[in-house]
T-cell receptor, first 117, second 111 residues
């Protein structure tokens, strides 16, 4: 298996532009997580899905952020409009929980490094 | 509010030294505690601990959990330069699969 695949790996954009980050989880994993990592705040959970359904989006910073999971093999995180303070590495992770919540171990993608000028 | 606190935040040692990294937590409905290692890219899984007092071991790394005092330690013996990384502690809260991460400990091992 190729692991969790994220794209783009790097994105540089200007303030006000729309940013879309993409994630393909490991096949068969039924949990998908979006995390944001900064030096100041570390790894923060933004949102997670179980069987394509959003379960907890309390970590999404504001209405400019939205996430979707239209099917088991694809998820997007969108920021519109983007701001310089959104600059961070955004990680997608999936988990092989197979119907029982919480085996704990997450498999992370390589991350998408976003820079908003 | 659930929180996970790691200490120290950074550490510099020389090859061959032994290090102990700490993780304390206040989390409702604790389910498990996990350690990850992050080098340049994504975090990679090291250990998952669910029971107090049972040491998990992998080579020179070992970890133990104390659910009464709400902390865990990660030990690395005979450190090598390849151990240089950020070590992340995370706690799984409730029956959700949701992980709450600490700030991480940045370890630098000098030759």
């Amino acid at each position: 298996d190729a692991g969790v695949i994220q794209s783009p790996r790097h994105e540089v954009t200007e303030m006000g532009q729309e940013v879309t980050l993409r994630c393909k989880p490991i096949s068969g994993h039924d949990y998908l997580f979006w995390y944001r990592q900064t030096m100041m705040r570390g790894l923060e959970l933004l949102i997670y899905f179980n069987n394509n359904v959003p379960i907890d989006d309390s970590g999404m910073p504001e209405d400019r952020f939205s996430a979707k999971m239209p099917n088991a093999s694809f998820s997007t995180l969108k920021i519109q409009p983007s701001e310089p303070r959104d600059s961070a590495v955004y990680f997608c992770a999936s988990s092989p929980t197979s119907g029982r919540a919480g085996t704990g171990e997450l498999f992370f993608g390589e991350g998408s490094r976003l820079t908003v000028l | 509010e659930d929180k996970v606190v790691q200490s120290p935040l950074s550490l510099v040692v020389h090859e061959g030294d032994t290090v102990t990294l700490n993780c304390s937590y206040e989390v409702t409905n604790f389910r498990s505690l996990l350690w990850y290692k992050q080098e340049k890219k994504a975090p990679t899984f090291l250990f998952m601990l669910t029971s107090s007092g049972i040491e998990k071991k992998s080579g020179r790394l070992s970890s133990i959990l104390d659910k009464k005092e709400l902390f865990s330690i990660l030990n690395i013996t005979a450190t090598q330069t390849g151990d240089s990384a950020v070590y992340l502690c995370a706690v799984e809260s409730g029956n959700t699969g949701k992980l709450i991460f600490g700030q991480g400990t940045t370890l630098q091992v000098k030759p």
